[in-house]
């Protein structure tokens, strides 16, 4: 696990590496620049021993009947990897076009940039985690051309939105070499995306210059422009030196209209999909810990199509406005499950939810926690995390979202264009986690979370 040379010039969107060229990252909230900032440049473990489970047969029982059905159910994956999802995502709205800005649709970028277009033209083969069945990522390799690439990791689908259609960029190679260049240098691809579509977007509103950037004209769909930002942001030169402080510093150096350009929710950049395409989506990126990331509560994915039987959850539609802050509290939760149990979330997907989850936690604990104790586990782990956060300052004035993607509605097929009513659903979400109207967890709430 190491930190890159972006991490060592004062990037603070620095990830911590692993894997070598496979290119796994720790890679949101700059933890590599933490690293750095400890003199750390990388930690080795080799582990000699075994580890033990309360009930190995139970266990492997359970493993072999969830396994082929994972396996099956996200066989597209070894094939596409999380390319799959590009044009799916364009289709429903929910792909990130020109700084999250373009309304409209951009179907012949989507299929240049899908996973029809890497199959056919740098996937080599799939990449499995350790013991894994899935296999969504990718090993690629652009063979010829001025985007020639090395045998390595591919770029995901986050990589592929904020790389590509974030800066109207449909070029797939150019997106695999800068994929590349960030794992070099040791930055967050999803957080260089948006840098670099701001970037294009203060230079077209002339908060940006050629003077800033060294001649280079930031052009909206420019691959060339594109890699040099990425090179400028990795390298710490010219408006790079600013960038590589993330969007929040950055817009706020800048000043003026900079700021409502900066797609970023506190203080973390927007992921690759759109809250205007999924209503509780957009109410878990304005209550989440740690900003716009996806994972921290994927709540698009229950409001969209995952059914979980073993709380009765059925997927409500994206654009239904009732209940979508209790899920999105109900799906945080159970994502503070999955990460503190370090299981993966593509699973769920395959039927690996939180009843298996909590089975398998009895069969190699021995302890006998429920579905209920999983969850209340989680529900404690959130709000830890927001008292931490309340005593730096945050509140109520936080839980939003950029001001564009509260006014400016987005079309997706077949649905009007949407706005989330973000204030309905932060009341009720509120309500139901137990806090006040600014947002701070009841003394009543501790208490039943046993948070002292």
Known sequence: ASIGTAAERGALIANIMHEGVDARAAGRCGLGAVMAYKKLKAVVVRGTGKVSVADAEGLKTLIKAHTPVVSDRLKDMRTYGTARMVQVSEQIGSMPIQNFKYPHRWEEGAAKI???????????????CGGCVIGCGNTIQVKEGPYKTVVG???????????????????????????????????????????VAFAMEAFEMGLITVVDTGGVALTWGSADAMLEMVRMIGEGTRIGALLMQGLSRASKAIGGEAE???????????????????????????????????????THLYEHRLAVPEINHKPPGRFVVEGKGALAALTQN?????????????????????????????????????????????????????????????SRKDDTLPKRL???????????????????????HYRIRGWSEEGIPLPETLQRLEIP
């Open 114 to 128: 899908s996973g029809p277009a890497f199959a056919e033209k740098v996937i080599l083969k799939p990449y499995f």
């Open 334 to 394: 159970i994502m503070n499950v999955l990460d503190s149990l370090k299981s993966c979330k593509f699973a769920q997907n395959g039927g690996w939810t939180i009843g298996p989850l909590a089975e398998a936690f009895r069969y190699v604990t021995g302890r006998t926690d429920t579905i209920e104790d999983l969850i209340r586990h989680g529900e404690r782990s959130f709000n830890l995390k927001r008292l931490i956060n309340i005593d730096r300052g945050i």
């Open 406 to 428: 509260l006014t400016l509605a987005k079309a997706a097929q077949g649905y009007t264009p949407n706005l989330p009513p973000l204030k309905e659903m932060l009341e009720e």
């Open 153 to 195: 990791g591919g770029p995901e689908y986050e990589t592929i939105n904020l790389l590509g259609a974030n800066c109207l960029v449909d070029n797939l190679e150019a997106i695999c070499l800068a994929n590349e260049l960030c794992n070099r240098y040791g930055i967050d691809t999803m957080d260089t995306g948006n840098l």
């Open 260 to 298: 409502e350009i900066a797609m970023h929710v506190k203080g973390l950049s927007m992921a690759a999909h759109d809250p205007r395409a999924y209503n509780g989506l957009a109410c878990s990126y304005a209550t989440s810990n740690r900003g716009a990331h996806h994972t921290s509560g994927q």
